[in-house]
Each structure stands twice: as C-alpha cells, then as structure tokens.
C-alpha cells in the first residue's frame, strides 16, 4: 500500500512539475513576442545637457520645446538616470519615462506609453488564465482518478473472506476486524439466549410480573400483566400511565424507598395481592419488580367460609332456642296437660329441621374435604326417580300437584345410588314446594352428549334473574320464610351441584319467575 501511495504521490508531483514548465515554456515564448511588440512602440528621445531635443523617433525634434523641465531629465542630470510618468504632450497619453545621462553629457530618455503595458498584460491574462485552468482542471481529474484508484480496492474487500489485494499493511487490521466480528457475533448469540431465557421465564409465569427501572420506565412486563392492566404493550412506558390507582402509586414510591411492600388490588371482579420488590440492578437507580398474584378464589371462598360460619350458627341457634324455650315451659309447669303433645310435636319437628341441617352440612363438608364415598353400583335411573317421586307423593297430593316421571326403556347409569336419591329427591321436593296449588311436576331422563341428563320441570312461582348466579349458594333463599315453612334448610340446591360435581357432571338452571322452573343435572355414567 506504501509504495502505491508513493508511486501516485510521485506521479502527481512530477505532473504539477511538468506543468508548471510547460506553463512556463508557454509564458516565455508569448512574453518574447510580446515584449518584441511593445519595443516597436518604444519612444526614444536624446536631450542635449541644456534641455534641447536632439532626436526623438516619434516626433520632429525641431518642433519640440526644450525638455530641461522635465522631472526625469532634471533627474538624470543629477543622479545619472531619471524616471517619472505623467500625460505625454507630445503622444496624448499617459507615458512612463526613464532618462540616463550619457558619457558625453546628453541624455537618452525611454518613454512607453500605458496602453502598450497595459496592451502587454491584457494579452498575456487569457494565456495565463487559460493556463491556470487547464492545471487545475488537470489536477482535479488525476486526483478523482488516483483517489479512486487508491481507495477502490479497499472498499472491494469483502470482510466475509477477505482478499486484502495490493494492501498487504492492512491484513493485521483485517484480521483485528474478524476477530471482533466473531467475538461479537458470539456475545450477540449469548445475549440472544439469555434474553430469550429471561423471556420464557416472564412468559411462563402465571401470575402478572412486572420489571420497572428507577425511573417508573416498564422494563419487562408478561403477559398475565399486560392483561390485568389492560395494556396492549407495556415496554418503555412509564407506570402512570398504565395504572393510576393510588394506593398501588403510593407502595411503589414506599417500595423504590427500600421497603417491600404489598396491597390487595381489585381490578373488574378479579382480586390480586400484588407484592413490590425492591430490585437493585447494576445501575445505581434501583428498579422495582411487581408480582400481581390472583387471589379471587381464595378471597371468595375466605368470604364464603366465613359466611357459612354465620349461617350455621344462625340456623342451628334457631330452632335450637325453640326447643329450649318450649322445654323450659314444660319443665316449669306453665304447659297444661292438653297442650302437652302439640309442644311435644313442635319440638319435634324442630329437633328434625334440627338434625337435617346437621345431615346437609356434613354432607357438604364430605364433599369439601373430598372424603364422600365413592361407592358406585348400576342402577335404573327411571326406576330411582320413579320411587322418589312416589315418596313425594302424598306432599305432592296435599297441594294438588300432580308429579310425572317419563317411563319406558330402562336408562342405566353407574353411580352412587344414595347421592342420586338425594339429588332426585331435592329437585323435586322443590319443584313441589315451590309450585302453586294445582301445578305440575314432570320428571324426564335420557342420555345426551355421553351424560345421562335428569330434568325437572315446574309449574310454579319461578326464581327472579336476579337470584339466578347464587341460587346455588348455601343458604341461599329466594323466600327465607317460605323455605323455613316448609322445612327447607337452604342446602338442598348446593348440595345438587355437589353431586353433579362429583358424577362428572354440572347442572343448568333455567327459570321464569311466574311460569316456573326446569332443572338440568348432567351426569356421567361411571365413576368421574
Ligand atoms: P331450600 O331448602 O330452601 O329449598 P334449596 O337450596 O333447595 O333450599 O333452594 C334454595 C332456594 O332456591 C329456595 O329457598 C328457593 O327460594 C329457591 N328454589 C329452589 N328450587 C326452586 C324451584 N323449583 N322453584 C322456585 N324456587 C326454587
């Protein structure tokens, strides 16, 4: 590359020399013609010592009138030679003289008038303009070329498989280069995998996860967060603007403080129990991680436990005071021996109502712990469903409400008989108890989508929209008074769901408060 570089920088060298000579041959020769020009126009004039003009060449010497005034002579007289210029008399125009004094006295004086120098300079000008402009216009053109020439085969190397060509100096600059190139080609693939790591990790996790720096600028957010913020993309905006809540803004300034801090965030119905990190990366701020955990059920089912706690104590304490204060009477004496037997039977009943709560909260909580019995025979489900409906019967008389049970082929079904009996036995004591005088009750079973579906339909009051989404709740009564009059424990329909549930199955209620009800229990055939 060296000696390439020098050839070129010797070849412009030797270029500009050239040049500069034929410029100078140029000059040379046309200053020749023209100084041999000028002298043609050259004034001569011999001055005698006492200032008359011997000879002039342009004009007669007679004529002309003595020249001792003339400063250049006055010069010359002097100090041996003489210059001046001024507005010649004689040739009209502004002429520049010079005189000398001669051995004997006389003095010879040149005169050349301004427009022959000027006629000089304004001849030579184009030449030396041309001149000037052919050079640099030569110059121009070989430094395009030699640039071209010099810079081309550096940028033809390809830096994939280098041919470094005429430039063996740059081959260690070369080699430097591919060694960066590979090394950053590997740490590019390492940042690559470790992004891509951190990145299934995000993603993978359930719960809503959230890195923001010092700044509240969203560094990473997956997925689940993106959702439960509602946010279509969360990167590089600032936390503000995807929630403005302000407890959540206020332990997120109390966290980057330094403090873990955590809340309970509602967002639509959904409960989270969002924890903040302090997250301390290489720069100085530090950054927060956000972990959004989904505690919906848990909250529900907290809320439900505690509710059911409430509700047991309240129903058993209820007809648990009956009985005492019924007793307590007949224990003091205040009962006459006539009325002995109705509070007897009151107590009774009581004590029934009493132990079918019992029985129905037990029964759920075997369900709860997973503990119900799984013992499973193959029955008649049409057979089943027609002796409940035959126990229910006289119930069904004493309100005039007939109670049909679809009849035919066997459907067979592998289930637990005992659970099936409840199940059946519930819906259709419902069906009865929240009729009307004179309704009906139909009972039909069939086999649909692999399940055997078991319905019952009423003709009675009907449940209002409203109740519809907690209707299978425990305790939940449409008609608190009604459902105690009729002995209802409130836990009829949840346990349904349960038994549904633990057949496989689900149930679907459909209801027009007025017209009445239909109850649909899906029910796998075998054990679930
Ligand atoms: P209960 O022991 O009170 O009958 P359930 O769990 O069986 O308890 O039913 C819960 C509530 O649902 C009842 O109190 C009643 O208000 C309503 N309900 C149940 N079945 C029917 C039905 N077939 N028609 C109208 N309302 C009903």
């Known amino acids: 590359m060296n000696r390439r570089i020098f050839r070129y920088m010797a070849l412009l060298v030797l270029l500009t020399a050239a ?179 951190l990145r299934m990790i995000m993603q993978s996790v359930h719960e809503g996860l959230i890195l923001i720096d010092g700044h509240g600028k969203v560094r990473m957010a997956n997925l689940s967060a993106l959702e439960i913020l509602g946010a279509k993309e969360a990167a590089g905006r600032n936390i503000v603007e995807l929630c403005r809540d302000a407890d959540f803004l206020e332990k997120l300034r109390m966290c980057r403080e330094g403090a873990r801090t955590e809340m309970v965030f509602r967002k639509e119905d959904r409960i989270y129990s969002v924890f903040f990190n302090p997250a301390r990366g290489e720069e100085s701020a530090s950054g927060t991680m956000i972990l959004f955990v989904d505690t919906t059920e848990r909250y529900t089912a907290e809320a439900q436990r505690k509710e059911f706690s409430a509700n047991v104590s309240h129903e058993l304490k209820t007809p648990l005071t009956t009985i005492s204060a019924l007793s307590e009477m007949i224990a003091g004496g205040q009962v006459k021996p006539e009325d002995l037997s109705r509070f007897g039977e009151k107590i009774h009943a009581q004590s029934r109502r009493l132990i079918s709560t019992i029985e129905d909260i037990i029964r759920l909580s075997e369900f709860d712990e997973g503990n119900a019995a799984r013992e499973f025979c193959r029955f008649d489900l049409k057979e089943l469903a027609a002796s409940v409906a035959e126990a229910l019967q006289d119930k069904a008389a004493k309100q005039g409400i007939s109670v049909e049970v679809e009849r035919g082929e066997p459907l067979m079904v592998t289930a637990n008989r005992r659970m099936i009996d409840e199940l059946l036995y519930n819906l259709i004591d419902n069906a009865i108890t929240y009729n009307r005088a004179g309704g009906s009750v139909s009972v039909s079973l069939k086999e649909e989508e692999g399940f055997r579906v078991i319905a019952v339909r009423d003709t009675g009051i009907g449940i209002a929209k409203t109740h519809l989404g907690r209707i299978f709740e425990r305790f939940y009564r449409v008609d608190k008074s009604r459902s105690k009059r009729t002995g209802g424990t409130g836990l009829g329909l949840s346990i349904v769901k349960h038994i549904a549930e633990f057949h496989g199955g689900r149930v679907e209620l459909t209801s027009e408060e007025g017209k009445g009800s239909c109850v649909r229990c899906f029910i796998r055939g075998k054990e679930a």
């Open 19 to 197: 040049s500069f000579l034929l410029l100078l041959f140029t000059f040379s020769g046309n200053l020749g013609a023209e100084i041999k020009g000028s002298l043609r126009t050259l004034r001569v004039t011999l001055i005698a010592s006492d200032g008359a003009v011997l000879f002039d060449n342009r004009a007669s010497a007679e004529g002309m009138e003595n020249h001792l005034g003339r400063p250049e002579v006055q010069e010359a007289l002097q100090k041996g030679y003489g210059e001046s210029e001024r507005l010649s008399g004689t040739l009209g125009e502004t002429t520049r003289y010079y005189a000398m004094r001669l051995n004997d006295g006389n003095i010879l004086r040149l005169a050349l008038t301004a427009s022959g120098a000027q006629s000089l300079a304004a001849r030579l000008l184009p030449l030396l303009l041309f001149c000037l402009l052919a050079a640099a216009l030569a110059a121009f053109l070989m430094a395009r070329v030699l640039t071209r020439r010099l810079v081309g085969p550096i940028n033809a190397i390809d830096l994939d498989d280098p041919d470094i060509g005429p430039y063996e100096e740059l081959l260690p600059f070369i080699q430097r280069m591919e060694r960066q190139k590979r090394e950053l080609a590997g740490r590019r693939s390492d940042l690559e995998e470790r992004e891509e790591t």
